[in-house]
Structures are given as structure tokens and as C-alpha cells.
């Protein structure tokens, strides 16, 4: 198949070819969403089916309630995950219990940060978060005009799997609601970004302004029409239900 | 009487201002925008990436992708928008974000906040509370004033781990409103038929009392 590709041709028949020759055992893998929202769900499949080890997974959730990248836990796939929140994912709370996955927690908007530098070329950047807790300790504190701030690093991958509403051939994006999330940031900070689109357009059908991400960041596009897009927590205001009633039910942020 | 739960929300309700950019923790934070006066055009973030949040949708019209950070279905109001997580950090960090209100473990006198994590309970990740207790202007805690042992969680210093330091304004809990004053707490409501002395007694750190909170 590659050798026939065009040059600058990024669409690809579907996700098995997508990803051929990109997964190696203890790689490092972006996977965009919020817990189940926004999930390369197509990719996960085909990571887990490859059977791929030792992987190191950048992801906001790393899965949740058994879905998504979770699938790969069980497997033994993962070796080391770098996220915000664990909560409501009990294969992951199980294995890093066990120690027989690492976790770097990382807290939400530090982590979209050290991601958004390391697609941008940014060696670091000084943030006020964590400081004075654990996520500061080991880490340089400089202060700067009077307040203090954590030193934290850039995020970068071998491979970034990233949802997206629709792209056109040449990789320019655009998402849908809070699906977007972390995809158009892991987009930037991996050495091959796949795309995983809902809907793939002729160049030329999204006009420049809508753009979300630009297409080069984009290797490889495949599309994939149908998703689980599983609802974690059902809320409605339906049927004379008082909001209350639904919100005492949920737990964790992120 | 303390003050019930619904009672709670009530008086964190209205922290919110009239124009204000609030964003709502998880849990009994949550519960604040039900009485939020709709005339008071408030704007709610959720930092999955959406400004001017709704209520939870009718059943025909959920949307799967369109969740807020609790990872509960919702709506968006008109001019709301949609954007990636560094940019609803870099509103958070940046001080664009007028109040914050979230829930809480443990608040010291000094305004450091314990909210993501207890030693040896089940891990679960700090989310984007370090981020919000760090960025937003003006943080209020939703909690009760001790947990379920009757152990305080109005301390002199924190017992848990931080979530940050010195960021917390006020604290709301089951038995009045309470102010960060240095060294102390400063009451400054009391719930109806809570004595002082019930207060400074459920309390881990000095309590001054306002001309409005110091009588009978």
C-alpha cells in the first residue's frame, strides 16, 4: 500500500493501515479525550488487537469504567501512564496499586500545558500550580515578581491518536463540542499524529477560517463514520427530576 | 440547627455576582447553579473546554459529546464556546476566571486547601483542582465544618496533602460562613441556632466572631 501512496496523500483505506509500521513494543502514545469523550476509539481497538507492550500512555483519564484505553490494561499492554485523573477507572487504580503500572499524576491544565509546549518547542514553562504540594516536589521553584512558580517540562510522543469531527485530505481539522479536549494539543507534540475522523472532506471544503488545526501537524487521516461514544453519566432535567437528584450520583471531576 | 445541604448551596449561590465567570466543582458545587438567579447573567466554565454552560439537557436532546467536567451530559447557552484544554487552563491560570467554587477535605486559617486526596484511600487524581485553587481570583470551599468522626476540617495547618496554598477567601460549611484571617478564622454568618461556643468547639484553628456573628 505505501509504496503505491502519493506523495502528501494522508488518507488512508481504514485504521489497520493507518497505523502500519507506526507500533512498536514500549512506545509512547498521545490518545486525546475526557474520559470516554473524544476517544480514538477505532485506534484503541487496533492498538489493543496489535497486541504492543510496554507502552507509555499520555492521556487526561487512560480510560474509564473499562472503555477506551482501558482495554488495554487488562492486556498488560501498559507499562507507565502520564494523566490527571484515575478515578473511576478501577484497572488502572488496581494495577498502580500492584505496581505493575507506573503513574505520573499531573494536574489538568499543567498537563494540557506541558503538551501544548512540547508541539510548540517550548523546553518549559514556569506555572503556579502544584506549587507547595507534591506535584512541586524535586522540581526547580523560581519566584517571580513576588509569587512563586513550578518549573514543569514538555510532553512529547511517538504517536498521537486524535479524534476530530472532520478533516479534509490534507489533515486540517475541525471537532465537535468537548470532544475536542486535549486532541488538537496531542496532535502537535507526537512525531506521527493519526487522525481519526468522523467524516472526511475534499481539500478546499473547510474554509480557512473554520479551521481548528491546521493540517500540518496531520500525517495520516482515516475515516471512521461510526462511534461508541459511550455517555458516562447520563444527567437530564427530564420528567420533573430535580437536577440535585441526578448530580448526588456522579463522582470525580476529570 | 446547622444548615442542611440544600441550605448550603443556598449561601454559595449567592457568592456568585451579577456578570460574574464562575466555575462549579464537582459534587455539592455542582448543585450552586440551580439557584443562581437567571437575571444575575452569570456565565459557568467547565474546564473540558466549555464557556457558558447550560443545564442538563431534555432526554432528545443529549448529547454524548457535549459533557462537562463531572463527565455528565449538559447543554451550551447561546454564546457559549468551545475550546481545547490549554486554553480553558490558560483562562483558569491566567485570572480570567472571577470565582471558583469548589469542594473541600480540609481548609487551614491560612487559606491552603486539602481537596484531592486522603494517605492510604484509594487514589483518584487531582483533575483540574490544583489548577482552579491556584488561577481563579476569589475561591470559596463548599464542606461540612468536621467530617463524619467529628474530626475538624477548619484546621490551624493542613493534616492532608495540599491541593494549594494560601488561595482559599471564604468557607462555607454546615455550621456558617467563614472567612481566611491569617491566624484565625473569621465568622462571619452563623447558622441559625449554632452557638459560638459549638463553633469554636468544631473548630481546629482560633475563631473571631463579627459584630454580626458574636451575640447570643
Not at chain 1, 68 to 96: H, I, K, M, T
Not at chain 1, 151 to 159: H, I, N, V
Not at chain 2, 27 to 35: D, I, K, L, R
Not at chain 2, 96 to 122: F, K, M, Q, S
Request: charged share 20%.
Amino acid at each position: 500500500m505505501s509504496a503505491a501512496r502519493t506523495p502528501g496523500d494522508k488518507l488512508y483505506a481504514d485504521v489497520s493501515e493507518a497505523l502500519t509500521g507506526l507500533l512498536r513494543d514500549g512506545m509512547t502514545i498521545m490518545s486525546g479525550g475526557f474520559g470516554l469523550c473524544g476517544n480514538a476509539e477505532a485506534c484503541i481497538d487496533a492498538i489493543a488487537a496489535s497486541g504492543v507492550k510496554n507502552l507509555t500512555i499520555i492521556s487526561n483519564n487512560c480510560g474509564n469504567q473499562g472503555q477506551g484505553l482501558a482495554v488495554l490494561l487488562p492486556n498488560r499492554q501498559v507499562a507507565r501512564v502520564v494523566c490527571s485523573f484515575v478515578g473511576g477507572n478501577p484497572d488502572l487504580a488496581e494495577q498502580y496499586l500492584s505496581g505493575k503500572v507506573k503513574v505520573e499524576l499531573c494536574p489538568q491544565g499543567t498537563f494540557a500545558e506541558r503538551i501544548r509546549a512540547g508541539g510548540a518547542g517550548i523546553a518549559g514553562f514556569y506555572t503556579p500550580t502544584g506549587v507547595g504540594t507534591v506535584v512541586g516536589e524535586g522540581k526547580e521553584v523560581r519566584e517571580i515578581d513576588g509569587r512563586k512558580y513550578l518549573f514543569e517540562k514538555p510532553l512529547r510522543a511517538d504517536l498521537a491518536i486524535v479524534r476530530a469531527a472532520v478533516s479534509d485530505r490534507f489533515g486540517n481539522l475541525r471537532f465537535y463540542r468537548t470532544a475536542r479536549n486535549f486532541n488538537p494539543l496531542m496532535a502537535t507534540a507526537a512525531k506521527v499524529t493519526v487522525v481519526e475522523a468522523d467524516r472526511v472532506v475534499p481539500t478546499g471544503v473547510i474554509d480557512p477560517d473554520d479551521v481548528h488545526l491546521p493540517g500540518v501537524y496531520v500525517k495520516r487521516i482515516v475515516e471512521v463514520p461510526e462511534h461508541r461514544d459511550v455517555i458516562e453519566h447520563r444527567t437530564t432535567r427530564g420528567s420533573g427530576q430535580k437536577l440535585t437528584d441526578a448530580t448526588r450520583t456522579r463522582k470525580g471531576r476529570a | 440547627m446547622s444548615w442542611t445541604r440544600e441550605q448550603m448551596v443556598r449561601r454559595a449561590a449567592a457568592e456568585v455576582g451579577p456578570g460574574q465567570i464562575v466555575n462549579l466543582g464537582i459534587g455539592m458545587p455542582t448543585e450552586v447553579a440551580n439557584y443562581i438567579d437567571p437575571a444575575a447573567n452569570v456565565t459557568l466554565q467547565s474546564e473540558n473546554g466549555l464557556l457558558g454552560m447550560g443545564p442538563y439537557p431534555r432526554e432528545d436532546e443529549i448529547d454524548a459529546r457535549l459533557i462537562n467536567a463531572g463527565k455528565e451530559t449538559v447543554t451550551a447557552l447561546p454564546g457559549a464556546s468551545l475550546f481545547d484544554s490549554a486554553q480553558s487552563f490558560a483562562m483558569i491560570r491566567g485570572g480570567h476566571i472571577d470565582l471558583a467554587i469548589l469542594g473541600g477535605l480540609e481548609v487551614a486559617c491560612n487559606g491552603d486547601l486539602a481537596n484531592w486526596t486522603v494517605p492510604g484511600r484509594l487514589i483518584t487524581g487531582m483533575g483540574g483542582a490544583m489548577d482552579l485553587a491556584a488561577g481563579a481570583r476569589r475561591l470559596v470551599v463548599l464542606q461540612n465544618h468536621a467530617s463524619k468522626d467529628g474530626a475538624p476540617k477548619l484546621v490551624n495547618r493542613l493534616t492532608l496533602p495540599a491541593t494549594a496554598l494560601a488561595c482559599v477567601n471564604r468557607v462555607i460549611t454546615d455550621l456558617g460562613i467563614f472567612d481566611v484571617g491569617g491566624d484565625c478564622f473569621v465568622c462571619v454568618a452563623r447558622a441559625e441556632g449554632v452557638s459560638r461556643e459549638t463553633i469554636i468547639a468544631a473548630t481546629g484553628a482560633p475563631v473571631l466572631f463579627t459584630t454580626a456573628t458574636s451575640g447570643r
